[in-house]
Structure formats: C-alpha cells, structure tokens
C-alpha cells in the first residue's frame, strides 16, 4: 500500500506527529504509543489527493511524505505492519486548489442545472462574484428548508421511508450550502487564508460522505494537475 501525506515544514503532521524518512514497524492500530498507524490512516492515495485533503492550509503546507506499507504479522492479536517513510515533491500548492476540489465533487454528487451551472462559471473563472455565491447559497437554503419540512410532516405521519429520504437530502443541501458559503468568503475578500481553510475542511468531511463512490483521485488530480498524481 502507498500513501502520500502533507506536513508543515518541520514535518508535523495536521494531528500532530512528528513524521521523518525512515524505517517503522508498528502496530496497525492506531493509539498513543503507535501514532505511525495513524499517519498511514490519514494519508491520502496520491500527492493531488494529499494537497486538496489536508487540513494544513496553503501556507502551511511544506513538505510530502510518501509512505509504503506491508503488513508483517498475521496475528489478529497483534497486527503489525512495516512501513518506509521516503520524502517527495510536493505539488504546486494553491489555496484555491482545496476549494476547486470541494466544488468539483459537490458538482458530481448534485447534478441541478443552475447549481453546475454556477460551479462551471467559477472553476474556469468565469463568474466569481459575491452576488452569484450568495444567490446560489439562498437557492440551496431554500430547497434544503423545504426537505427539511417534508421531513419533519413524514415524522408525524410516522411514514419511516419517507421521512429517511428527506433528511437525507436536507442533510446533503446543507453541506452544499457550507460549500457554496466558502466560495462565497473567498469572493468577498474579507476572509483571510486561515479561516477560509477551516471552512473548506468542514465543508470536505461533509462533501465526502455523499460522494463516497466517486473517483476523488482522478476529481483531485483533475483539479491539481495529471502531473501531481503520482503516476
């Protein structure tokens, strides 16, 4: 298994842990005392992923740490894996890479005509502007207030299936606003990188579970550049 991760310049990782090149052998279950098993369950498939994944913003982000992984024990009391730890290149990082990214996906998993019609005008740069954000956010709180009270009329009617269905698509409109609402900082300009990151990492957590099947890696190498993919 290969993995890619990003660190800040001293080799940190986002939660924490000092990563350097080397040999490891260490438990595949993450804890305290084995946080390589936690390295390797944060990193990312390919450097495109790792840029536009990580929680570290632009600024931040300094140095890529590949990371190939066996497993060496067949011992379900005691998993271990061998793992090299080899520094690489880190791709051309971009705060508006993340962002491009969180819209690419959020377009795939919501095909409304003027929704993918907004998030075309703003990854080819083409409409930018606070007004066309905001309106498209009003658009999707719109349609999400309206599921959500479909769903709270299926709670009373007891009508289980329905009231499912409706939640779910409420809870995914709301991400979408969260998504919208960070292109809608960055157009306004009153954000700085910090914050506007913050909220690209919380709208991303929320993206992903609603777009768990699709391809992220050719999404981010797509938005980072085929020669950041690692193959």
Not at 50 to 70: D, N
Not at 96 to 115: D, M, N, P, Q, S
Not at 119 to 135: E, H, K, M, P
Not at 172 to 181: A, G, P, S, T
Request: net charge negative.
């Amino acid at each position: 298994m290969q993995k890619y991760i990003v660190t800040d310049s001293s080799g940190r990782t986002p939660e924490g842990h000092l990563l350097a090149p080397g040999k490891y052998v260490h438990s595949t279950r993450p804890s305290a005392n084995e946080p390589m098993a936690g390295v390797v369950a944060n990193a990312s498939d390919t450097p495109a992923l790792a840029v536009v994944e990580t929680p570290l913003p632009a600024a931040s982000a300094g140095r890529l740490f590949m990371l190939k992984t066996w497993s060496v024990a067949v011992d379900s009391d005691n998993p271990q894996a061998y793992t090299i730890v080899k520094e690489t290149s880190l791709p051309p990082v971009q705060p508006e890479h993340k962002l491009a990214f969180i819209l690419t996906v959020a377009r795939e998993i919501y095909e409304e005509t003027e929704f993918t019609r907004w998030v075309d005008g703003w990854l080819t740069g083409t409409d930018r502007s606070v007004d066309s954000a905001r309106n498209t956010r009003r658009v999707l709180e719109r349609e999400r207030n309206s599921y959500t009270a479909l769903h709270d009329i299926a709670s009373m009617a007891a009508a289980a299936g329905s009231e499912h269905e409706t939640m779910t698509r409420a809870k995914m409109l709301d991400c979408l606003v969260n998504v919208v609402r960070a292109a809608e900082a960055v157009a306004g300009g009153g954000s700085d990188e910090v914050e506007v990151n913050e909220m690209c990492v919380e709208a991303l957590s929320k993206v992903r579970y609603f777009g768990g099947s699709l391809d992220l890696v050719r999404l981010a190498g797509n938005v980072v550049g085929d020669a950041a993919t690692g193959k």
